[in-house]
C-alpha cells in the first residue's frame, strides 16, 4: 500500500508566528512610554524590548538584563501557545516576532555585559539559529 502524502519529512519545523497586538504596538509607535505599555500590556515583547535598550544605552546593564529576561519569557509563552516547539524559524519579517527577537538581542548583549558569557553565547545562536535576518538587523 502507497502512502500518499505531499508533507515533506524531511522539511524542519514550520516558522512560528506571534500573534499581533494592535493596541499595544500602535502605543509604542505613538511615543507612549515603554513603561506604561509594559505596565498595561504585560504581555507584549516589545515593550519590554524597549525598555531593555533604554536601561543599557544609560549604563544599566542589570535592569536591561531584568528587563530583556522577562521580554524573552513573555515571547516564550506565546511562542508555545502558538505551536512553537523549541525551535525552528521565528521570522523578523514578521512584524510581530521583532519584540521576542529583539529581547533576545538584548538578553544576549546584557549577559555578556554583566559577565555571563555562556549565556550571552547561547542566546545569540538562539537569535541566528531563530531569524538570520534578525541577528543581521540587530547587531549592524
Not at 2 to 18: Q, S
Not at 88 to 113: K, M, S
Not at 115 to 140: I, M, T, V, W
Request: charged share 20%.
Amino acid at each position: 500500500m502507497a502512502m500518499d502524502t505531499h508533507e515533506n519529512l524531511l522539511a524542519g519545523p514550520p516558522p512560528a508566528y506571534l500573534p499581533d497586538t494592535p493596541e499595544a504596538r500602535q502605543a509604542l509607535e505613538a511615543g507612549a512610554k515603554a513603561s506604561d505599555v509594559a505596565a498595561r500590556f504585560p504581555a507584549y515583547s516589545a515593550a519590554w524590548g524597549a525598555l531593555a535598550d533604554e536601561a543599557f544605552a544609560a549604563g544599566h546593564a542589570v535592569t536591561s538584563y531584568a528587563f530583556a529576561r522577562t521580554g524573552y519569557h513573555r515571547g516564550l509563552d506565546q511562542l508555545r501557545r502558538a505551536g512553537w516547539k523549541g525551535h525552528g524559524p521565528i521570522p523578523w519579517e514578521h512584524e510581530p516576532n521583532r519584540g521576542f527577537l529583539r529581547c533576545l538581542n538584548a538578553l544576549a548583549r546584557a549577559a555578556l555585559a554583566i559577565g555571563e558569557k555562556d549565556e550571552a553565547e547561547r542566546c545569540a545562536q538562539f537569535l541566528r539559529d531563530s531569524s538570520p535576518a534578525a541577528a543581521e538587523a540587530l547587531n549592524a
